[in-house]
RNA sequence: GAGCCGUUAGCUCAGCUGGUUAGAGCAUCUGCCUUUUAAGCAGAGGGUCCCGCGUUCGAUCCGCGGACGGCUCACCA
């Protein structure tokens, strides 16, 4: 406690202050914390109705408005002063004169602090310099805040601070806010989307007993009355599925997924994920809707289908460019197409090679076909992933790394499945879906073979699922989106923590105690 | 998980080759100020220089270890 008074003094200074404010204002009667006040005008109200109009317009209103905000600056003369007000919709000068407000309204004033939320009542007019600003007749404390706001130029910068008090981020930040609403505005789009087209939206297990649908290591946690360990989803998709065979012909799912991995700016181990799937359709049909609804979020979000991602210029103007992936590598490396379409691993390996240290990594745990789909995947974002820049639809890959897609017809040794890369990044993971119960048992059976050979990313085996299936699964075609991603991309963000409000850090090692 | 960089007042930042009492602006406190908007003027207070160990007569500064953060890479969406 000693200690503590020592290390906190400076900030304590300041905090001391204001709680000497806090209790003065107490003996003498003021609830520092009411919750009487009901604004019935935003700072954007007031600018709409009276942002056109002169000073000579206003000067002949007779009516009030009525505001509730925080004080996020203010400037005080000896009997007057002017503040700025902020809430929801933005912010909007007030002048507080002591010969309007009254001596007892004003001294109440005066012990009032930035970061301070009030309420006033008064008349919107034009300042000298033009600025609609309300001259204030009433106005209550409504929330006494004890702590300083960051700098008023500046604004809050340091990094950290801004993720672990995203508070005063919002608060300070405009930028930021916008960003966020953004954000919310591009979710509410993804789900009239699909709502628009017959999409059922479902809402399925967050905790699972068997965490599929993806390659990825997911969260373990413990339900007690079951004595069960159960698994935070990393995909919806398992369930998703479940629904096409039980009479939902077009579903999606819009919500958060787990995955136990490394934090970097393009990840963070909960994110959002859309998945959607419909019946009688392909992967190509999804790659023509795909196309319909970013183009529609970027008019939208974006006023342009010309973006500014961070070093890229962006056209998502479609339609967009397709690659096939064995064309590809064989083509850039100058391979036997043949070959390469079947997998042929001394023509993969030889390849390895000569792009040079990519060789045989941890290959040895999968075999045959499997290791030859891994290493044509390893070539393939080695030589092309840096280019792929413009919006680009990659398909044809091999079976091995996609075990709940559909088999192509005319190559069986690859699936019909895309996935769509814009800036380098994958925005989107898409595929017809495999129907047949025998094949996707074989293949979840391979899984765990790799699982069982060290690959602790390898798909689990889940039993309903195929039980499911053998039910009977309606053809289909199924993607997944990305969520923070496509918000990065439309709000020119180049670290994912700066779409997501309150992103995962590590623990502060104390935060400051009371003072 | 690896590499590079960073951490100084509530906030934004200076701080020389290791040398007396670590500075500025904003914020805070006191006084003046009724059209300001980074308001102004005069004054005051506020520091475990991230933590620990070491080197040194002496460390905010050099070395080692640690914490947290940023960027890049790896895994992935």
């Known amino acids: 406690m000693a200690r503590s008074l020592g290390v906190y003094a400076v900030e304590g200074d300041e905090r001391e202050a204001r709680r000497r404010k806090l209790e003065a204002l107490r003996e003498s009667g003021v609830n520092p914390y009411p919750n009487d006040f009901r604004p019935t005008d935003t700072t954007g109200d007031v600018v709409a109705r009276f942002g056109s109009s002169d000073a000579d317009e206003l000067a002949q209103l007779d009516g009030e408005v009525c505001l509730g905000g925080r004080i996020v600056s203010r400037r005080d003369f000896g009997k007057a002063s002017f503040l700025h007000l902020q809430d929801r919709r933005g912010r909007l000068q007030a002048y507080v004169k002591r010969n309007v407000v009254g001596d007892e309204a004003f001294a109440l004033f005066k012990q009032m602090d930035l970061g301070d939320f009030i309420g006033v009542v008064g008349k919107p007019f034009r300042t000298r310099t033009g600025e609609l600003t309300v001259e204030v007749h009433q106005l209550r404390l409504l929330g006494k805040s004890?702590?300083?706001?960051?700098?008023?130029?500046?604004?809050?910068?340091?990094?950290?601070?801004?993720?672990?008090?995203?508070?005063?981020?919002?608060?300070?930040?405009?930028?930021?806010?916008?960003?966020?609403?953004?954000?919310?505005?591009?979710?509410?789009?993804?789900?009239?989307?699909?709502?628009?087209?017959?999409?059922?939206?479902?809402?399925?297990?967050?905790?699972?007993?068997?965490?599929?649908?993806?390659?990825?290591?997911?969260?373990?946690?413990?339900?007690?009355?079951?004595?069960?360990?159960?698994?935070?989803?990393?995909?919806?998709?398992?369930?998703?599925?479940?629904?096409?065979?039980?009479?939902?012909?077009?579903?999606?799912?819009?919500?958060?997924?787990?995955?136990?991995?490394?934090?970097?700016?393009?990840?963070?181990?909960?994110?959002?994920?859309?998945?959607?799937?419909?019946?009688?359709?392909?992967?190509?049909?999804?790659?023509?809707?795909?196309?319909?609804?970013?183009?529609?979020?970027?008019?939208?979000?974006?006023?342009?289908r010309q973006l500014s991602w961070g070093e890229h210029q962006l056209?998502?103007?479609?339609?967009?460019?397709?690659?096939?992936?064995?064309?590809?590598?064989?083509?850039?490396?100058?391979?036997?197409?043949d070959a390469v379409r079947d997998l042929d691993l001394p023509t993969l390996r030889g390849a390895a090679d000569g792009v040079g240290g990519l060789l045989n990594q941890d290959y040895g745990k999968k075999y045959g076909d499997a290791a030859a789909g891994y290493l044509l995947m390893d070539l393939f974002e080695t030589i092309a992933e840096p280019e792929l820049i413009q919006p680009t639809f990659v398909e044809e890959y091999p079976v091995a790394v996609s075990p709940l897609a559909r088999r192509s017809e005319t190559a069986?040794?690859?699936?019909?499945?895309?996935?769509?890369?814009?800036?380098?990044?994958?925005?989107?993971?898409?595929?017809?879906?495999?129907?047949?119960?025998?094949?996707?048992?074989?293949?979840?059976?391979?899984?765990?073979?790799?699982?069982?050979?060290?690959?602790?990313?390898?798909?689990?085996?889940?039993?309903?699922?195929?039980?499911?299936?053998?039910?009977?699964?309606?053809?289909?075609?199924?993607?997944?989106?990305?969520?923070?991603?496509?918000?990065?991309?439309?709000?020119?963000?180049?670290?994912?923590?700066?779409?997501?409000?309150?992103?995962?850090?590590?623990?502060e090692k104390e935060v400051p105690p009371e003072a």
């Open 146 to 304: 004890l702590r300083p706001l960051p700098e008023k130029w500046h604004g809050l910068t340091d990094v950290e601070a801004r993720y672990r008090q995203r508070y005063l981020d919002t608060t300070t930040n405009e930028q930021v806010r916008e960003t966020f609403h953004k954000r919310a505005r591009i979710i509410q789009r993804l789900r009239q989307f699909f709502v628009d087209r017959e999409f059922f939206e479902a809402e399925t297990p967050m905790m699972q007993s068997v965490a599929g649908g993806a390659a990825a290591r997911p969260f373990v946690t413990h339900h007690n009355a079951l004595d069960m360990q159960l698994y935070l989803r990393i995909a919806p998709e398992l369930y998703l599925k479940r629904l096409l065979v039980g009479g939902f012909d077009r579903v999606f799912e819009l919500s958060r997924v787990f995955r136990n991995e490394g934090v970097s700016t393009r990840h963070n181990p909960e994110f959002t994920l859309l998945e959607f799937y419909q019946a009688y359709a392909t992967y190509r049909d999804l790659m023509d809707l795909t196309e319909t609804l970013f183009v529609e979020l970027a008019d939208d979000i974006a006023g342009s």
């Open 315 to 337: 056209d998502l103007s479609p339609p967009w460019r397709r690659v096939s992936i064995p064309d590809y590598v064989a083509d850039e490396l100058d391979l036997s197409l």
């Open 412 to 507: 069986p040794k690859f699936v019909d499945r895309f996935e769509l890369f814009i800036a380098g990044r994958e925005m989107a993971n898409a595929f017809s879906e495999l129907n047949d119960p025998v094949d996707q048992r074989q293949r979840l059976e391979t899984q765990l073979e790799h699982r069982a050979a060290g690959d602790d990313e390898a798909h689990a085996m889940d039993e309903d699922f195929v039980r499911a299936l053998e039910h009977g699964m309606p053809p289909a075609a199924g993607e997944g989106i990305g969520v923070d991603r496509l918000v990065m991309m439309l709000t020119d963000a180049t670290s994912i923590r700066d779409v997501i409000l309150f992103p995962h850090m590590r623990p």
